[in-house]
Every structure is written in structure tokens, then in C-alpha cells.
């Protein structure tokens, strides 16, 4: 499949950028194509990657809030995800895809449960995901078994969708939940099948103090001396990260996904340390986390959000400017997936995003890289393009009726069922 986007501007300058067989092949030349998309009085951008979301969480958007973390999980989201099914998973997943599509989103990291069923939204939706089946064992050898056993089902049904869009990972959720010896088998799988790695690290004081507790080492020092950090690994958060830490994930290869929204919200009471983090080479993304924790998908808010809380963290307003939050939101969540996008040129992947700047956010243009990441249109509008079969999305979208209508009402019916 062909998809010509006509008269769009990029880098300033008025051109057109032909697509095919999920590539940009070629900028400047009017071709023909098996799908044009009208460009005029639109910005082409890179699509955005969030790299790390839980996607069905929508479902229990703004439900628990305003609570310290663990009361958060343990008295709220957890009883409530035990009452899931894969139905509710799906439509769950639809309804994050299509607010991800209207919010310029191309390409996501997800872990959570029945991930078949984000792999079949997130196919049909048009979107590149990246989905781990979570894996929480509590320590229990027999529920170990369980969990792998999901996560293999769940990933031989992704691998069996055929998708280049779709690919399976392994998601520990974290070290307070993963025994060590599931942590290695993790690693083990990832060494034999080359599964990505994805895990939450470093998120909050109460995981370091129980870290150091139990095993006598802070938390990547620990992961480290399994032997599970590797430049296949990406973990979400880490907010309490120390200089030996972050010399660790450096030299690994170990990259990070920065959730500035969720950690504000959560009150992870302290900020990433991007300045050393950068200055030490790290691989670093930008993620939203689930919307249960933020409450949207709106990476172009999470730009904003993380640069001013790192300028804020640091007490100093050169950190993260918007050109570099933009690209968190792009190329470093490309690279961190290991993937060729997150820039528009030839040979890269098609995922791109088409914004109107008619609007009076982002107007005047004296830095567009700034307006993106600062003072863009908090309704996103345009078309999504990733390119390939049902690759093209435009707003408001095929089917947004029927998402909303079946995923609308499904929390309230799912506080009241019984588990």
C-alpha cells in the first residue's frame, strides 16, 4: 500500500512525502498513490512514542484519586482489575488507541494482562504497539508457573496476528512484585527469543528503602547483579535513582521512559534526574503511564509537563528545553524500542502525525519545536499516518461512535460486578 501525503509543510518548506510498504520512501515528489492525504495548511511531525502506558486503564480513569500509591493499588486499582475480562481488555484498549490517534500517538510500550486483546485493538486501530503480558508472582512458585505460562499464550496469539506493527515483550512488573527467580527466567526467555524487557524501577522511596531492606542494594544495583539490565531493557520511571544507578543503566545500555504526569500525581516525591541521566548518556523516552495514574494519553502535554517539572526539580531553566522534550516524545522513544522512526526521512518508518497551526495555542510560530512541546492545541487534529493496511487515521475517526459507546459504560458496570 501507497499513501502520498500532498502540499504539507515540513521544516518550513511546502512538499510531499510518499509512503510505501510502511517506509517513507521518498520527499519532494508528487507520486501517485493508492491513498492521498490532502496536506495543505498542515505540519508533518514525527508520531509520537509513548513508552510506557497501560492502556486498558482507561477504563478506571480517575478512579482512587488522590491517594498515596500503594493505598492506590492495593485498595483500589488492584480489586478492581480483578474483575476484568478480556472483553472489557479490548474495548479498554480501543478506547486508548483512539484517544492515542487524536492525540498524535503512532507507536506504544504497554503492559498489563489478556495483552492478546490490546494486540488485536491496537491492530485494527492502525497503531505500532509494543505489549508485555505483566507478570506478578508475590513470591509464590505455583503463581510464577501461572503467569509465564499467560505470558507465552498471550505472546504466541501477537506473534500469530503476523503484524510488523505488533510485537510481543516480557513485563515483569517490578522488583517488589517478581520473585529473583522470575526475574532470571525473564532474562533467559528475553536471551532466547529477543523479547524486549520492560519493568517499573525506581518509582517511589518506599521501593528503595525496601530494596536496600531486603537485598542490601538499591534497585538497579540489584537488577544489575542478577544480571538483567541490558540495552533490551527499558524500565519506567525512575525517579529515585542515584549517581551509582544511573552509572549503571549508562553502561548496560538500560534505557528509561520519564512519566512526569503519573509521578506528580503520585506523589513519587522526587523528579527524575534527567541532567545527570543526559550528561551520562542515557537512552531516555517519555511515557503517560496508565490514565488511571495521569488521567489521559496526551504525550504532547506530557512534553510540557516534563519539561517544567524538570526546570522546576533542578532550579534551573535551561533543563529539558521543548526541542529536547519533543524529542523524548520521538526519536529517543524510537531508539529506546530499538525501531527506525521518531524522524521523518527516507528509509525511516511511517509514523507521522499531520497538526493544523490554525488555531490560536501555537500561534505566533517564532520556534515551532517550542509550540510543539509547549503551546500545542490540546485538541490534536489532523490525521495520524503509520503507514500499511488501515495505517491512515483521520479525525474524527472510523468507528469512534462504536468505541465510545461500548467502552463508555463498561466502568460503571465494572465497580459494581463482583469479582
Not at 529506546?336 to 497538526?355: H, K, S
Amino acid at each position: 500500500m501507497s499513501v502520498l501525503l500532498r502540499d504539507v509543510e515540513l521544516d518550513g518548506q511546502v512538499t510531499h512525502i510518499y509512503i510505501e510498504d510502511n517506509r517513507i520512501t521518498e520527499i519532494g515528489k508528487a507520486r501517485e498513490a493508492d491513498v492521498v492525504v490532502e496536506g495543505k495548511g498542515k505540519i508533518a511531525l514525527p508520531g509520537l512514542v509513548n513508552l510506557h502506558t497501560h492502556s486498558p486503564m482507561v477504563l478506571l480513569r480517575g478512579f482512587g484519586d488522590d491517594l498515596a500509591l500503594q493505598q492506590w493499588l492495593e485498595s483500589r486499582i488492584w480489586p478492581q482489575e480483578a474483575k476484568l475480562t478480556p472483553d472489557d481488555i479490548y474495548w479498554g484498549a480501543k478506547l486508548a488507541c483512539l484517544e492515542m490517534i487524536k492525540t498524535g500517538t503512532t507507536t506504544f510500550l504497554d503492559m498489563y494482562f489478556h495483552m492478546d486483546q490490546v494486540a488485536r485493538a491496537a491492530k485494527e486501530m492502525g497503531l505500532r504497539a509494543f505489549l508485555a503480558e505483566g507478570i506478578i508472582d508475590l513470591g509464590v512458585p505455583s503463581r510464577a508457573d501461572a503467569q509465564f505460562k499467560a505470558a507465552d499464550e498471550a505472546n504466541r496469539k501477537i506473534e500469530a496476528l503476523r503484524s510488523p506493527r505488533i510485537r510481543p515483550v516480557l513485563g515483569p512488573h517490578t522488583l517488589y512484585t517478581v520473585s529473583e527467580a522470575s526475574l532470571r527466567r525473564c532474562r533467559e526467555i528475553a536471551d532466547k527469543k529477543g523479547y524486549l524487557l520492560h519493568t517499573h524501577l525506581s518509582e517511589t522511596k518506599r521501593e528503595v528503602d525496601d530494596s536496600i531492606a531486603q537485598h542490601g542494594l538499591r534497585p538497579a544495583a540489584y537488577l544489575d547483579k542478577l544480571g538483567f539490565l541490558a540495552k533490551d531493557v527499558i524500565v519506567a520511571h525512575g525517579c529515585w535513582l542515584d549517581p551509582t544507578e544511573i552509572d549503571i543503566l549508562a553502561r548496560t545500555g538500560t534505557k528509561v521512559a520519564h512519566c512526569p504526569t503519573s509521578n506528580m500525581k503520585l506523589a513519587a516525591g522526587q523528579a527524575m534526574p534527567y541532567a545527570a541521566m543526559k550528561e551520562s548518556g542515557v537512552v531516555m523516552g517519555l511515557g503517560t503511564d496508565g490514565a488511571a495514574s495521569n488521567n489521559n494519553l496526551d504525550l504532547f502535554e506530557a512534553m510540557k509537563t516534563a519539561a517544567i517539572l524538570q526546570k522546576f526539580a533542578h532550579r534551573d531553566p535551561t533543563v529539558l528545553p521543548a526541542s529536547e522534550a519533543f524529542q523524548l516524545a520521538t526519536l529517543g522513544g524510537a531508539q529506546a524500542l530499538g525501531i527506525d522512526a521518531g524522524l521523518i526521512q527516507p528509509e525511516r518508518l511511517a509514523g507521522l502525525v499531520l497538526v493544523d497551526p490554525r488555531r490560536p495555542e501555537p500561534t505566533p510560530r517564532h520556534h515551532h519545536p517550542r509550540h510543539w512541546g509547549d503551546a500545542a492545541p490540546r485538541h490534536r487534529r489532523g490525521t495520524l499516518v503509520c503507514g500499511g493496511p488501515g495505517g491512515t487515521k483521520g479525525r474524527p475517526g472510523e468507528g469512534e461512535a462504536g468505541v465510545l459507546g461500548q467502552a463508555g459504560p463498561g466502568p460503571r458496570r465494572l465497580v459494581t460486578r463482583e469479582a
